[in-house]
């Protein structure tokens, strides 16, 4: 199972964002673990790589697991750690070869296109300091089927 840390890094109201190319989607800058990496070293390893910037004091705000389904049957599924920053160092780069960076203001951030699921991510961690846990289901071309937020709280 592939394993990857992100990280929103908000600093004076703004949000440092990655569009990729692929979609056009903007996410968060992160991604896969290496081998026998903790989450908290890949997270600062991967978004340094990603922008330039050494993120600060991350800490872990979401702990999720990405099902894809194609005809009613699992194809792929990966965990995703999402921390969060508010303090860095470094100079951001000019050209990420991941994308196009932009910082961008907080109440800005859900009308970026966006997976359904990093959306919902996105208004519980702007919105919350408790943790989130939940598992999201998408067909082969990233259609929200399900989503189960929390599953261990009571309903």
């Known amino acids: 199972m592939q394993r ?34 903790n989450i908290k070293d890949s997270v600062i390893r991967e978004f340094k790589e990603e922008t330039g910037l050494d993120i600060l004091e991350p800490e872990l705000k979401g702990s999720f697991t990405f099902i894809m389904k194609e005809e009613g049957r699992t194809v792929q599924e990966w965990m995703m750690f999402t921390f969060q920053s508010t303090s860095f160092q470094g100079e951001l780069l000019e050209v990420s070869e991941e994308g196009e960076l932009e910082w961008v203001e907080v109440n800005r951030v859900l009308d970026k296109p966006m997976a359904e699921g990093d959306r919902y991510i996105f208004k519980h961690i702007l919105n919350s300091e408790d943790q989130l846990y939940g598992t999201f289901v998408y067909t082969t071309d990233f259609t929200l089927i399900d989503q189960d937020m929390d599953p261990s709280r009571p309903k």
């Open 4 to 37: 990857v840390a992100n990280c929103i890094l908000r600093v004076d109201n703004q949000i440092l964002m990655l569009k990729k190319p692929r979609r056009g989607w903007y996410v968060v800058p992160g991604g896969k673990m290496e081998a026998g990496e």
